[in-house]
């Protein structure tokens, strides 16, 4: 059911790391490398008499690009040198898009109901991530952000498990706080 199937007991975590490169004041592109921890369950489902349950462990390799929509109009501009009203919040704020490629190698360990069916162990699917982010520029080399992003995989596997009822591949969210830390460049000339 997309968001209206997220629940707090249902959530588990991420670890992200990113090297991004900025292309152009608006358009940025990073490699992305995260480790993601998975649950599913028929609770609450249409098929709680099945009493499937999975944890899915993914390593997820990508290339994603950043289009910011909504830049802040000074660079050079940061929340420090700023008062501490609500406009100098959001005037240091950046909004952006993300769209990409990736893959999702996986593992999957299923409950005992699962023991006996056509349980697919682990694997590796092509996916492809989305979304949007904010960043906070807070000092001229560290960003805050929050970033939530879903991930289109290109198998019904995830959880380890799929019928013949099933019409559609598996989709996973990701609700990332970040810290950017700008590495110096060389000299302008």
């Known amino acids: 059911l997309g968001f209206k199937d997220l629940s707090y007991k249902q959530t588990r975590f991420d670890i ?11 358009f940025n592109t990073r ?15 249409s098929n709680e008499g099945r009493q ?3 944890t ?10 950043e289009y910011f929509f909504i830049k802040n109009k000074y660079e050079s501009s940061y929340l420090f040198m700023k008062g501490k009203g609500l406009w100098a919040l959001l005037s240091s704020l950046d909004f952006y898009a993300f769209a990409g490629i990736g893959g999702a190698a996986y593992s ?7 023991e006996g069916r056509d349980l697919t162990s682990s694997g590796f699917s092509p996916v492809i991530p989305g979304g949007i982010g904010a960043t906070l520029i ?27 009822y099933s ?4 989709v996973y969210y990701l609700l990332n706080f970040t810290v950017t830390y700008k590495l110096k460049t060389g000299p302008k000339g």
């Open 16 to 26: 992200n790391g990113n090297l991004t490169y900025r292309l152009s004041r608006t």
């Open 31 to 45: 490699v992305s490398l995260a480790y993601i921890m998975l649950h599913s369950t028929d609770d609450r489902g």
């Open 52 to 54: 499937f349950e999975s």
């Open 56 to 65: 899915t462990n993914i390593f997820e390799p990508a290339l994603i690009f």
């Open 108 to 114: 999957v360990n299923g409950n005992d109901a699962l």
């Open 138 to 164: 807070y000092t001229p080399n560290i960003n805050f952000g929050v970033e939530l992003g879903g991930r289109y995989a290109f198998t019904d596997y995830l959880d380890g498990y799929t019928s013949q």
């Open 167 to 170: 019409e559609h591949n598996d």
